[in-house]
DNA sequence: TCATAAATTGTTATCGGTAACAAACAAAAG
DNA sequence: CTTTTGTTTGTTACCGATAACAATTTATGA
């Protein structure tokens, strides 16, 4: 391996005035710069980051933690924070919770162990206030993704769940739906929390009433048609009056894996019911746009929350707390259809 | 920042001694094992990886270098990457180069200069065999994912191209069709030689003429509606005995321009025109099993080909070369329909 | 009981950079 | 032609961990 030893010997110069070099410092005889220049260009030197992070107590290296990058939601977000992140000369570890708080602590320990610059973290719940605390105990700034926690003080980048729900379940009423169900994410996430504050106030806004049987909650993840199967079967064994015709499904799986149970029940969307969910279902909408969502902005939401998190790793004192909420954009496809 | 110092001060022993706890050294008596186990605990100590990788030589990091992790079939292998990764104790730095062979060399300094332990990439093209020489000269392991390249000796994890074309043509042909165009990726990528090979030589198989107008070329990249019309546009023009009744697409992506193309050229798929392609296209498929693809095991690779680096990296000498080639599945579904 | 082997712990130097200070050299001023 | 100041380069120590060796303690056996 080839260090900045090797392009001193090789430049007969002192170590030193390589890293001088290197680092663009000022007074260098120009005689010298293009010395070691042109010693670096033909051994090939790249500078080691680990010597470098060990006196300069920075990695140029973030953290980028999501529940799953199989979800183009997040694998759109991963993208964003990637673009962001090189461009800025940071390097990007990533991983995935799967909403697992487990997995969550130990990826916050590898985190640590990296001592990377910061952390841009989709928690997994609320619990993962005790991890934040962690990871500035240890100097490492934080910034939240997609969801809040309680108690949280500091940055972070949300969509608009509330405004989001509400506009859904107002554009399902305008359709003339009066049983709306909530299949909701979990409650300990800040998202679901919302989304349930959304969906019950504007269902009040209209004065419909909301039926407990409505309420019901499932993982943001994928592949959960066993559950999702039995909530519907609940849904649709309601008396007629009071039976659904409209889903409100909190994120994109929960309503892929609510139309394979509809449609394993004999069902179909929309005629017989009527879909609505969170998040953009990729890539069906390039290509038949069928889903009528709220479309939050993923690339976005990375790369506003890295940039972020540089800027509270760059300027560590940093002023006031940023927290940014993008509102979504509602897409009226052909999910959901007027009652008549 | 909490070291090994401060942990040798607190629980009054030299810091080797420190040293040799978390290594799980022998020869350490338990009642100093112990004092130094909670010396760790209460002062939530966490070795500074930096400074084990000065020593040590390794960074227990990989490289992960793909074209687009927003493209489902890659954030499945970036998945699949990651779960073996961490669970054999490394981590994971991503990339993305878009099929650009500039952004390929950054991201490969960006490798070299984090000094990880090895490298799986997804090649950009031919040229990328300098870059696997750079790596090489900086002894990092390399291990090529879903494609190879000319002239590359070592160890990679693809798909078998060829078999999954000529299975898709032969189904085509099966299905009736004898003009069947290809909209292939760049030329100057593996699998699409290989998906031209295995086209060209089915169709010799079954004694069908190839037409050169039925040969066009895409990039494997998200959002090319333009160009894909253009082809179309130019392929439905032929005249009505050449004009093709099916359309062999290189990738996922192509495919869905390709369609989205034909619809808006109206015409309707599959009963104006077929098309089969390589990749699933998800979600779609949970949702609305449309797409006749070759589907390929798309974690598998990821976890796969991690696994072959990682071995690499553990035992430097190692032996034979590991070239796994895994042949995909032929799902038939809706895009196709039989010529009456 | 004392020498010797084995187990346990400590010291020093090093990995590849850089900060802080020191030295050498060149240019400007008297 | 000195002196002074400013430029440029070099030395030393350190970041946090560990390998290699040294020292100390404990156990074993004659």
Redesign the pocket.
Known sequence: ?V??YDIAKYAN?????V??V??NS????AT?REKVERAIKELGYI??AA??S???NQTKTLGLILTDITNPYFSKIARGVEDVAVEKGYRVLISNTDEDSDKEVNYIDMMISARVDGVLITPTSDKTIDQVERLRKHNIQVVLLDRTIEGFEGDYVIGDSYLGTQQLVQHLIDYGHQNIALINGPANVSTARERARGYLETLKQNGLEVYEHYLSELDYKHAQEGKAKEILKRLLSLEADKCPTAIFAANNFIAVSAIRSLRELGLSVPDDISVVCFDEVEPIVYFDPFFTVAAQPAIEFGRVGIQLLIERVEEKEAGIRQQVILPPVIHIRKSTMKRS
Chains 1, 2 share one sequence.
């Open positions: 391996m260090t900045i110069v002192s170590p030193m005035t890293s001088r290197i680092n000022i007074n260098i005889k010298t500078p080691n010597a470098r060990l006196t300069s």
